[in-house]
T-cell receptor, first 113, second 114 residues
Framework: QQQVKQSPQSLIVQKGGISIINCAYENTAFDYFPWYQQFPGKGPALLIAIRPDVSEKKEGRFTISFNKSAKQFSLHIMDSQPGDSATYFC????????????FGKGTTLSVSS | EAGVAQSPRYKIIEKRQSVAFWCNPI?????LYWYQQILGQGPKLLIQFQNNGVVDDSQLPKDRFSAERLKGVDSTLKIQPAKLEDSAVYLC????????????FGQGTRLTVV
């Protein structure tokens, strides 16, 4: 019930391509779904987040797609750049109840030039 | 705005020794979290504070781990005695409140237990 399952574990994309990372959850009480980006030696940093009242949110080259009925959400990185090479974590929480984030296991993205 | 500060950045200790980590959250942030990140995995919550009270410590191994946030500002996490499997990055994060707000992470303390 409390898990967030993330795939793939690693991803290699050509520069300019689209990177897609998927997450699935079980707990229907989750109401906040952020994606965090982490570079080596740094802490995770919020990239983009969505709440279940919308199906899509776009910020620049980053888009979250959310499917409430399937209990899945995904991160799309358009026009992927070498600087996007990092580890990406999806997370979920029952934000209205003030619970802490539960993270997926992460996806290591490498964008080749 | 200054970020979440953690120290030390790195620590190497022998098993059965004790170690302490320190965290200073963003000024004004009431909620503070400690996460453990084992290599190749996502962060796992150890404990969540709201001001100086514990909200959730259900995943804290209380036989060896302890944490405090006495004045509702900075916090310390202690491990005593350490085990090899405690080798990980310990991340501190803070948020303005626990409700509907972004969590900001520090750079973490990398602990190696030998």
């Amino acid at each position: 019930q409390q898990q967030v399952k993330q795939s793939p574990q690693s991803l290699i994309v050509q520069k300019g391509g689209i990177s897609i990372i998927n997450c699935a959850y079980e707990n229907t009480a989750f109401d906040y779904f952020p994606w965090y980006q982490q570079f080596p030696g740094k802490g995770p940093a919020l990239l983009i987040a969505i709440r279940p009242d919308v199906s899509e949110k776009k910020e620049g080259r980053f888009t979250i797609s959310f499917n409430k009925s399937a209990k899945q959400f995904s991160l799309h990185i358009m026009d992927s750049q070498p600087g996007d090479s990092a580890t990406y974590f999806c997370a979920a929480s029952t934000n209205q109840a003030g619970t802490a984030l539960i993270f997926g296991k992460g996806t290591t993205l490498s964008v080749s030039s | 705005e200054a970020g979440v500060a953690q120290s030390p950045r790195y620590k190497i200790i022998e098993k059965r020794q004790s170690v302490a980590f320190w965290c200073n959250p963003i000024s004004g942030h009431a909620t503070l979290y400690w996460y453990q990140q084992i290599l190749g995995q996502g962060p796992k919550l150890l404990i969540q504070f709201q001001n100086n009270g514990v909200v959730d410590d259900s995943q804290l191994p209380k036989d060896r781990f302890s944490a405090e946030r006495l004045k509702g500002v900075d916090s310390t996490l202690k491990i005593q005695p350490a085990k090899l499997e405690d080798s990980a990055v310990y991340l501190c994060a803070s948020s303005l409140t626990a409700l509907n707000t972004e969590a900001f992470f520090g750079q973490g303390t990398r602990l190696t237990v030998v």
